[in-house]
Nanobody, 127 residues
Framework: QVQLVESGGGLVQAGGSLRVSCAAS????????MGWFRQAPGKEREFVAA????????RYADSVKGRFTISRDNARNTVYLQMDTLKPEDTAVYYC????????????????????WGQGTQVTVSS
């Protein structure tokens, strides 16, 4: 199975930027579609962005479209989430997730479709 470790979270002011990363190990990274989800206190875990195994296809939640960018570097076994124009409502624990491309040709966008998860990294946006 694949192991996922997020990093790069922190405290940022509203309007600022932050990039979180997720390093994968244990399996061939390009065998997996990758996704980012987030969970705020008292709320369910929600989809943020996803990218296909090759990087050719990306999907975004409406709430982050135009502000966040997902990318991946298969040579470095890492997926990134660049977050710009951050808002206080973006405050959450951000999780990366992986799903084998052999199981689905379409980039997954729901948490139920992802098999592997990281431990999360906290992102706090102050107003």
């Amino acid at each position: 199975q694949v192991q996922l470790v997020e990093s790069g979270g922190g405290l940022v002011q509203a309007g600022g930027s932050l990039r979180v990363s997720c390093a994968a190990s244990g399996r061939t990274f390009s065998d997996y579609h990758m996704g980012w989800f987030r969970q705020a206190p008292g709320k369910e875990r929600e989809f943020v962005a996803a990218i296909s195994w090759s990087g050719a296809s990306t999907r975004y939640a409406d709430s982050v479209k135009g502000r966040f960018t997902i990318s991946r570097d298969n040579a470095r076994n890492t997926v990134y989430l660049q977050m710009d124009t951050l808002k206080p409502e973006d405050t959450a624990v951000y999780y990366c997730a992986a799903e084998r491309r052999a199981r689905t040709r379409v980039v997954p966008t729901t948490r139920y479709e992802y098999e592997y998860w990281g431990q999360g990294t906290q992102v706090t946006v102050s107003s």
